[in-house]
C-alpha cells in the first residue's frame, strides 16, 4: 500500500536510527545496506532532510542522521510527504459525494480499513523498524 520509495526510505530511517547519538553515515554506506542505488538514495534523503526528519552534512564525516530521536519519528512522518496518504481521506472509488449519508459501495469497509492502515502508520515508529519488531518488503 505504500511505494517502493517510501519502503526504501523507511529502511534507510532504520539504519540510521542504529547509528550512535551524532553519528552521520552516507547516502552509499546506507545504499548498499538496504540495497537500493546510490543516487537514487541520496535524494530521497535530502527530501526527507528537507521535510526536517533528518539533519545532512557535507565534507569528511558527513552524511545524515535523525534529527529526532527515532521513538518520535513516526511511519506516518517518513510515508506521507512521498506519498501522501493523508489523501485517502477521499472516496475510494473517486465520488466527490461520498460520506456517510451518501455512500459510495466500497464507502464503508474502506473507512475501516483506511482508519486501521493509517493508525499503524502513526503508531509505528522508526525506533520500532530499527528494532525489527516491524518488518517491510
Not at 72 to 97: A, H, M, Q
Not at 117 to 131: H, I, N
Amino acid at each position: 500500500m505504500i511505494s517502493k520509495t517510501s519502503i526504501n526510505a523507511a529502511k534507510a530511517l532504520a539504519v540510521l536510527a542504529s547509528l550512535p547519538d551524532q553519528e552521520y553515515a552516507g547516502a552509499s554506506s546506507i545504499a548498499r545496506e538496504i540495497g537500493a542505488p546510490q543516487n537514487y538514495l541520496g535524494k530521497l534523503l535530502k527530501v526527507l532532510a528537507g521535510e526536517g526528519l533528518l539533519v545532512s552534512q557535507k565534507g569528511f564525516g558527513g552524511g545524515f542522521r535523525l534529527a529526532r530521536p527515532a521513538s518520535e519519528i513516526s511511519l506516518y512522518d517518513v510515508v506521507e510527504p512521498i506519498d501522501k496518504v493523508s489523501r485517502w481521506g477521499n472516496c475510494f472509488l473517486g465520488n466527490g459525494t461520498c460520506n456517510e449519508k451518501e455512500p459510495c459501495a466500497v464507502h464503508g469497509r474502506w473507512k475501516h480499513i483506511r482508519r486501521e492502515y493509517l493508525g499503524f502508520l502513526r503508531d509505528t515508529s522508526v525506533a520500532d523498524l530499527a528494532r525489527k519488531q516491524v518488518s517491510l518488503p
